[in-house]
């Protein structure tokens, strides 16, 4: 298990889900995987033309064989990290990055010794010590404390390479937005006809949000609920880096109320891509997890599905998703809103290399994705449409 902590009943759990094969998904998901997946912004150049001009720079980017808006780029590696004798701690998500290659921010620091002077070599390490990058400081460790900005170690070795989709200029363009491709599967279940309204009841950062627009061409309006400020914030920055803020609004709100609160929206189709035990992400450093988190975010995630039934027009579409593996969270969520509204009925994700879920009656008409199957993070899809006679 490595450096993952999970109590005895969630392994039983993710044994319900592996089986035998629960050895092979643990292995994966300490992994990146072979591919990092991108969108290309279909608004605003060709998924070809975009490639000819990462290659001409000496960027290797390929097509995925099935959607065409998305690109990838190889991972590398595991590569040997050395230890050195200066060490600056990173949190989970910033570790994460630092593995496949980024370099450290002011907001992903842990801890940054006082000692460590710009210029001086350090290794970027977990939380439990794990080495995931070597490279130069950028600053004097002592300024570091209370910054919110800023580059703290330029890394130069670390345990997988991959491209820095970050920083090719053509993400400051915004033809580019990193995303992983069971994610790029949600907004490809919507219907999207032109005049539609979409809401996102879980939009930040906006992934979905934004990959809607795209597959519409901009045909539809979107409102994106987020609950923190900040992060709707960083996702307009996003939306405006990608041109798309014509087409969308993005709201501070609780969404779980939103059918309170915004009672005069009647959406053609919602999104619920909800708070999740996150257990596909990957790859996954450390991880500290019990069945008893599991099973509050369910009531978490029932609660955004009660709001979207609510809320979407008869005849209207729901999309539920999660990053996440647990049957309970999966379709077992979909089993207990049907029986809570009567109204719903599953429709089947049509995707062409996922599996079907593994649990229930529905689970034909549902989408998994499998980390040491396909390749891609764990994540899992299922599709409800409103009766027309509600
Ligand atoms: C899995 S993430 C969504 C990712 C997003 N759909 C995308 O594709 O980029 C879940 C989001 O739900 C938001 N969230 C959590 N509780 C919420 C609530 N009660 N109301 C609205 N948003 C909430 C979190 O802030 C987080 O941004």
């Known amino acids: 298990m490595g450096n993952l902590d999970y109590d005895a009943p969630l392994l039983e759990a993710l044994r319900r889900v592996y089986g035998q094969r629960l050895g092979l998904f643990i292995e994966s998901i300490g992994t990146p995987g072979e591919r990092l997946y991108a969108r290309v912004n279909t608004l605003r150049v060709e998924p070809g033309v975009l490639l000819d001009r990462l290659a001409e720079r000496g960027v290797e980017a390929l097509r995925d064989e099935e959607l065409p808006e998305a690109i990838y780029f190889r991972v590398r590696g595991p590569f040997r990290v050395e230890l050195k004798d200066r060490v600056v701690v990173a949190s989970k998500e910033a570790a994460e990055s630092v593995a496949l290659g980024a370099n450290l921010y002011a907001p992903g620091v842990v801890k940054c010794p006082g000692d460590v002077r710009r210029g001086d070599e350090v290794t970027v390490v977990t939380r439990s010590g794990l080495p995931v990058g070597e490279g130069v400081a950028a600053r004097d460790c002592r300024e570091v404390p209370g910054s919110r900005r800023g580059l703290v170690v330029e890394v130069y070795r670390s345990l997988y390479e991959t491209v820095r989709v970050r920083e090719l200029p053509e993400f400051a363009e915004g033809l580019i937005y990193p995303q992983s491709l069971p994610a790029m599967y949600v907004a490809r279940q919507l219907k999207l006809e032109p005049g539609e309204l979409v809401v996102d009841l879980c939009a930040a950062p906006g992934g979905k949000t934004g990959h809607a627009i795209e597959l519409s061409g901009g045909r539809v ?15 307009r920055e996003e939306l405006s880096r990608l041109g798309h803020l014509p087409f969308v609004e993005a709201w501070v709100a609780d969404s779980r109320y939103a059918h309170e609160d915004f009672s005069w929206l009647k ?30 975010l369910v009531n978490y995630q029932l609660q955004f599905l009660r ?11 729901v999309i539920y998703s999660t990053c996440t593996v647990t049957v309970e969270e999966n379709e077992e969520v979909i089993e207990r ?3 809570e509204v009567e109204c719903l009925e599953v429709d089947e994700v049509r ?21 040491h199957e396909h390749g891609t993070p764990g994540y899992f899809i299922a599709k409800l449409v409103k009766r027309r006679s509600c």
Do not use: N, Q
């Open 221 to 235: 309006r979107v409102i994106a609920f987020d609950r923190s400020r900040g992060k709707v914030e960083r996702m």
């Open 267 to 296: 959406p053609d189709e919602v999104v619920v891509d909800p708070p999740c035990s996150a257990l596909g992400v990957r790859p996954k450093l450390e991880d500290r997890k019990t069945y008893g988190s599991v099973l509050a």
């Open 307 to 317: 709001a979207a039934s609510r809320m979407v027009k008869p005849g209207g579409v």
């Open 337 to 339: 809103i049907l029986e």
């Open 351 to 371: 995707v062409g290399r996922a599996s079907r879920g593994v649990y229930g009656r529905y689970r034909e008409l549902f989408a998994r994705f499998h980390p």
